[in-house]
């Protein structure tokens, strides 16, 4: 099973669809650029969102949720929202079908045009503010603090599982505040909610930085983002946190009266992960034998395998383990498959990531041990059954840390810090992951850069210390160095 | 503020719009049909779908997500399944927007129109068919026992919040099955689940049936049914569970071989309930002071309310109470809002439906006791603090089981076995509800029935005693009593 997958050294992006395919996280569909979520990735979805939900409502927030259809002409009140976004899209022009007059199936009936065409929802800013108008009078409505899980759609191009599809699931954050600087605050709390949940939940280590103007989203003051290197040297952009200022506010007339009784309009944040994090979660851990998930989000963390099949007293020892973890709050499953041989079985659930794996048999049981391995290094070691949820326990939460570290020495040895342009792009052309330049601060220099390198200014690190420099590219002054990245 | 609500008596369909709107439930939006479900709304929503969401896992099934889009050609391969359905839909077209050429905002770009159009799912057993195909070959892939929580879309023409919304909420199970009982089985298993559901967690009673074939789901060759009663004296379709044969697998081709290596076409089942369940929640508990809702369900089950506002020894009171009911697993609330009067704050958490109201003074904490307010039947009495935890759990589960035991009250009430059709039509113009009469078994007598009274067959309950009898309108012989109602 594992020799089918192609190995990342041949061929990094095919590597990454035999894992999407071969671990049954998602196929391709009848539509072109969506994908269907199998079972198996969908519960790795569902833990992942679960704890994303469970950290926003622990900071005040609430769920909701808004229409999938954006009347048109609503993306045209915010002159830069439109501008840099929501061009391509689904658009709703008909709601009705009928039967074709020449008997071959059905046909859009003619006469059922819509008044004024409807957009499939890219992001909901739009629909979400024209509702806000209504909600908000008073500085007692205020703060708003409501996300939304929903599906969106964007017309993409080339797609790619996970990481770029026309639908996608995701959460879109949309409060609303009755000064500039809680906005601000809320961004930033967003930001740091995000970095944990990337961190300690996906072992993906993050830089928190805030976007350029140029890679800002349409409609933001400023954007916030946590960014991520995969394997193959590349970034991913992985979750973002926008300060809207009262450009929403403005644009579909949302006022408040304040604590003075003085008319203002109302400050905006909006924020979003999606699927893609499942995208960037294969990149960061997985190897040649396929998926490597950290245990805290993995939809099955242990898996019992009897040697070389099911019998009566290996049925009993596993129903045992399993009571023992399960009490731990380990899931657990014990695999009763009596066609498939033992080597078979290990190198399909390695395959699908699953973060620890026992056998057990005879031999082991008269010794009242089992085989215990771990995905991560396959390292294998034989355990006492007594105790067993101890010594589990305590390996998934090894795994958990040994996968960050992991990451984070990726990280660390693919962050260069170069000062000339010829260096830039040769550490871009060798090893690849994140440049730390100088950068004149133009947007002209950074679509120069792009143009020559591929490489764009993924963010300005928020921990980024002054230091005067010049420009990689110009050599004119700067004051901080930024991160460039060639992305996804 | 109760008094802003419309009572039931005067205009029951406006009784009910004041509930969702003064409940905090739902709103209307800028798109034709299409609601904004509030936060309060969804808190419910969430509950409900979590707890059913345990019950479908519980009972072996597993989430995933598919396309929203679907082929519009997809829909002509099944012919019943397009003959009775999915004509009124959001028809996508085209897939990019550009700027106005006048400079009027954004326009459709004619140059970006689909080579066929997708249809925003209506329900979606062509996309999921046409995925199965791939994901079964051998009886070793049987059972598939998938559900999808999602959004669709059916262009209503007439819209009621929650009742019937263009977009509504809702989870669609889609099983395939290698034989013909296993997927009957499965249909009534879920029905079971949806029946337990109603009853148990909304206190909701319900009819379990079998549609008549003119009330099928379009493609089925079975509907099951729960059906509930509202208060009005109609008829709620709360849920449905649909024996869909090889319908489907023969549409979209999809075989497997079974044990003895004959390939046949694989069986299907098909089931959903959506936000629709909210609305009859709403009628089927609420009354004129707002919003009811039981226990188990509630977003918030617990309000303590300060008299007359907060103050330092009422503030650890209640913590001290918040922390005696939260150890216990029940949702409280201490309502600190000091700039409303304790009545207004009583009435406004009955129309929010909590069931139990806790209400403490400086008098009650000198003799260390709160009043206890439950929603359902209004009594009020003094409780020591001492132990409170028992008692509000005690008396949660009175009110769960007292909503459910009013309803069924009423609802056996509300059922009238007639036999000729002068009474039919009487009854149905005094008191409503369930109409138990014999009827021919034609789909031609039931149109007439619905021509002549409005009343359709609701269901030919499960539990139907062989009783031969005339039917109410033709006199013709029948061998069991259906159910008709008029129904939302």
New interface residues.
């Given amino acids: 099973m594992a020799k089918e997958i192609t190995r990342r050294n041949e061929d990094y992006s095919q590597w990454y669809l035999d894992i999407v395919k071969k671990a049954d996280l998602a196929?391709n569909?009848?539509?072109r650029g969506?994908?269907?979520?199998?079972?198996y990735?969908?519960?790795l979805?569902?833990n992942m969102r679960d704890q994303l939900d469970r950290m926003f409502k622990a900071t005040g927030h609430?769920?909701?949720?808004?229409?999938?259809?954006?009347?048109?002409?609503?993306?045209?009140k915010e002159a830069e929202h439109?501008e840099g976004f929501?061009?391509?899209?689904?658009?709703?022009?008909?709601?009705?079908?009928?039967n074709d007059p020449n008997g071959?199936?059905?046909?859009?009936?003619p006469s059922a045009k819509l008044e004024e065409?409807?957009?499939?929802r890219p992001t909901s800013e739009t629909?979400i503010w024209?509702?806000y108008r209504?909600?908000i009078s008073s500085y007692?409505d205020l703060p708003l603090l409501?996300n939304q899980w929903?599906?969106v759609?964007r017309?993409e191009l080339r797609t790619r599982m996970f990481l770029r599809t026309a639908?996608f699931?995701w959460q879109e954050g949309h409060t609303a505040h009755a000064t500039r600087q809680e906005a601000i605050d809320e961004t930033l709390l967003i930001l740091d909610v995000y970095a944990r949940f990337a961190e300690e939940y996906m072992a993906m280590p993050v830089i928190k930085g805030v976007k350029t103007p140029n890679e800002r989203f349409a409609g933001a003051d400023e954007t916030y983002t946590i960014e991520a290197l995969m394997q193959d040297g590349k970034a991913l952009q992985a979750g973002t946190s926008h300060f809207l200022g009262q450009n929403f506010a403005k644009a579909f007339d949302v006022r408040f009266l304040n604590e003075n009784n003085i008319e203002e309009y109302v400050w905006a944040t909006s924020w979003g992960v999606s699927t893609r994090l499942i995208g960037g979660l294969i990149m960061v851990h997985s190897d040649d034998d396929g998926l490597v998930l950290p245990p805290r989000i993995a939809p099955l963390q242990v898996m019992i395998v009897p040697v070389p099949k099911p019998a009566p007293e290996l049925n009993e020892a596993a129903q045992q383990i399993m009571r023992a973890l399960q009490a731990k709050g380990i899931s657990v499953k014990y695999d009763t498959d009596d066609?498939k041989r033992p080597g078979f079985k290990f190198a399909e659930h390695e395959m699908r990531g699953v973060p620890v794996r026992l056998a057990i048999g005879m031999r082991d049981l008269e010794q009242r041990q089992v085989e215990v391995a771990r995905r991560d290094t396959r390292e294998k070691t034989l355990q006492p059954i007594e105790g067993i949820e101890h010594h589990v326990a305590q390996l998934l939460e090894d795994i958990q840390q040994n996968l960050y570290q992991k990451a984070l020495t990726y990280r660390n040895e693919h962050t260069t810090r170069v000062d000339t342009f010829e260096e830039f792009q040769h550490v871009l052309g060798t090893k690849g992951g994140f440049i730390s330049a100088h950068w004149d601060g133009t947007t002209e220099t950074e679509l120069k850069i792009k143009e020559l390198t591929k490489a764009t200014i993924r963010c300005i690190p928020l921990d980024a210390q002054d230091e005067p420099g010049k420009c990689v590219l110009t050599g004119a002054p700067s004051q901080r160095r930024v991160l460039f990245a060639v992305a996804y």
Same sequence: chains 1, 2.
């Fill in positions: 196929d569909s009848a539509v969506c994908m269907v979520i199998k079972p990735g969908f519960a979805w569902e609430v769920n909701a949720y808004f229409p999938i259809f954006i009347p048109k002409s609503f993306l045209s439109v929501a061009k391509e899209c689904a658009v709703v022009t008909h709601h009705r079908l009928m071959k199936g059905v046909v859009v009936d065409e409807l957009i499939v629909i024209s509702t209504n909600w007692r409501i929903a599906n759609v017309w639908e699931l066609r």
